[in-house]
């Protein structure tokens, strides 16, 4: 299985700061990668997809890089609806396993 | 407005047996592959099976294979997940949710979860 490790685990920060998630894949997955922010209790929400590809309605100071085995999730401004917890999601090969999750919490 | 509704999420005994639905609405139902992805309390998401538009391409992980089954019906627009065999290690939310239409495996819509707890 294609193992997926998140950096950190916790990050805190404050509204205005940019961020930045990491993820890496244990083999290359090219650019089969997914970014997803669950708030508690709620479903997760798709951010971005193919590793860099926005989808529709996310607001652009979210924005997504990297292939092979190496990406990253940044926030430009965080704002305080981004306070949430991040996961990356590879796809390339079953089973699509998730990253461990980035807790977004106020600094 | 698309539109996933989980149902069927119970206490069950270890060992024993649930049948959780999914109710899909505001789509073309059969045109997507459909996922479950499950998340033990206060965990991350585990991917847990899909399955193809027409049913008959199916996958799992390893963990539930041999004891969960994924189908579909299209002509009611839903999704199932049987599970047998439960174990305490199965207790989370389970999710619903599609597959994005042109790249299976990232998931554009989830259902709001249904809770499955195996306890005795």
């Known amino acids: 299985d294609i193992q997926m490790t998140q950096s950190p685990s916790t990050l805190s920060a404050s509204v205005g700061d940019r961020v930045t998630i990491t993820c890496r894949a244990s083999?290359?997955?090219?650019?089969?990668l997914a970014w997803y922010q669950q708030k508690p209790g709620k479903a997760p929400n798709l951010l971005i997809n193919r590793a860099s590809s926005l989808e529709s309605g996310v607001p652009s100071r979210f924005s997504g890089s990297g292939s092979g085995t190496e990406f990253t999730l940044t926030i430009s401004s965080l704002q305080p609806d981004d306070f949430a917890t991040y996961y990356c999601?590879?796809?390339?090969?079953?089973?699509?396993?998730f990253g461990q999750g980035t807790k977004l919490e106020v600094k | 407005e698309v539109q996933l509704v989980e149902s069927g999420g119970d206490l069950v005994q270890p060992g024993g047996s649930l049948r959780l639905s999914c109710a899909a609405s505001g789509f073309t139902f059969s045109r997507y592959w459909m996922t479950w992805v499950r998340q033990a309390p206060g965990k991350g998401l585990e991917w847990v099976a899909n399955?193809?538009?027409?049913?008959?391409?199916?996958y799992y992980v390893d963990s539930v294979k041999g004891r969960f089954t994924i189908s579909r019906d299209n002509a009611k627009n839903s999704l199932y997940l049987q599970m047998n065999s439960l174990r305490a290690e199965d207790t989370a939310v389970y999710y619903c949710a599609r597959d994005f239409v042109s790249e299976v495996g990232a998931l554009d819509k989830w259902g709001q979860g249904a809770l499955v707890t195996v306890s005795s």
């Open positions: 083999q290359s997955i090219v650019s089969w």
């Open positions: 999601q590879q796809y390339k090969t079953i089973p699509y396993i």
């Open positions: 399955i193809k538009q027409d049913g008959s391409e199916k």
